[in-house]
């Protein structure tokens, strides 16, 4: 299965956009879709086993969200269908704590290259889209103000 379905007619998401829905697939099977996500800081990453960027940044995705996860900090990694099998990445997925995902049902993909960062914030915006790698700096700067804004009520 690829990492992205595009549904017909729906376009990438814009920073500023209201998020279009979406379903994850995660690696056991199970699903999260953006509705019960809602009032959490979700980052949405594109990667995959051959990109070298996608190496570094993943450990520290990880860390930081190992970190953050208490203040409502989500991240899924979404493995791009060209990277290997993930029954071969096992062992990988078994040590890390951000949730690995199969792939993604929605308007979201790689920007032309991985890793691809989607962000978006606790009222369901798009607050980043970008294809490149996060270094610590980049994380803080993009996700701290975000994890300080309160929750909107729910309804």
Known sequence: MGAAVLLLGAKQ????????????????????????????????????TWCGPCKAELPLLDAYYELQKVHGLKVYAIATEDSVPA???????????????????????TLGAVPTNFIIDRSGHVRYAKASAFGLDALNAELVPL?????????
């Open 147 to 155: 994890l300080k804004e309160a929750a909107p009520p729910l309804g």
């Open 87 to 109: 029954f071969q990445l096992r062992k990988l997925f078994a040590q890390l704590h951000i949730t690995p995902a199969r792939g993604i049902k929605g308007p979201y993909d």
């Open 13 to 48: 998401p814009k920073v500023g956009d209201l998020a279009p829905p979406f379903v994850v697939t995660l690696i056991d099977g199970s699903k999260v879709s953006s509705e019960q996500l809602r009032g959490q800081v979700v980052v949405l990453n594109f990667w995959a």
